[in-house]
């Protein structure tokens, strides 16, 4: 039986720290040379160096993936590795949970987004480091069509708005349909064109979405009371 018994019960066992593949290394200005192949990649992506050197976005040569970390509080519960060469079967890996990741504990680039009261919600982490990189942060990125409890507690925690950037197919309008349809605080939709998702749009394309006018799905003022 997995745990180990104390006087009042069972407890369940240590989780293993979650850590980078090995032979992960950061990506760093100054060494672009050195992951160029990364670089580039990202380059395509029309991802900014800035972005990249904020989300600590690492380099993993023997895989050939960019590697995007996902934390919270600063401690590592996921990562993300993506392909650059074109040629692997699987596009995106993620940590295993026997590793120590927790599935669904964070959004990526949660840390970054401070005290923000609007959120810009993502699917993929690519889609909401794109949206930094056309000046439309802070976003973050679920890395899948469905919001878990600990994602969705916090962004209500602190009462944001949430404004979601879903894909333009229908994997994106469940995103949609999970946020509205759970919760009372104000939601807006901002749609890129069908086919697309944010991170394949171009700054203009990214400026006209944010321009124009959104869905408002739901609304609800919270009231503080002070003693």
Partial sequence: FAGVREDDGWKEPARPRLLLPPGCRPLRRGAEHQDAEAWDYLGGRRIAPEVVLAWEVAWWPAAGRVVVPVTLRGELVDWVARDVTGTARVKALSAKRED???KGAS????????A???????EGVFDAMRLWSAGMGPAVAVCTN??????????????RGVE??????????????????LWA????????????????CSDAEIAGVAASASEVTRRFRVALETA
């Fill in 100 to 102: 120590g990741a927790r």
């Fill in 107 to 114: 959004l990526a680039g949660w840390d970054l987004v401070g």
């Fill in 116 to 122: 923000a009261r609007v959120v810009r919600l993502c």
């Fill in 146 to 159: 469905h919001l878990s409890d600990d994602q969705r507690d916090l962004l209500l925690g602190a009462g």
């Fill in 164 to 181: 979601i950037w879903p894909d333009g197919d229908r994997p994106g309008e469940r995103l949609v349909e999970d946020v509205c349809g």
């Fill in 185 to 200: 605080i104000e939601v807006r939709v901002r749609r890129v064109p069908d086919g697309l998702d944010p991170g394949a």
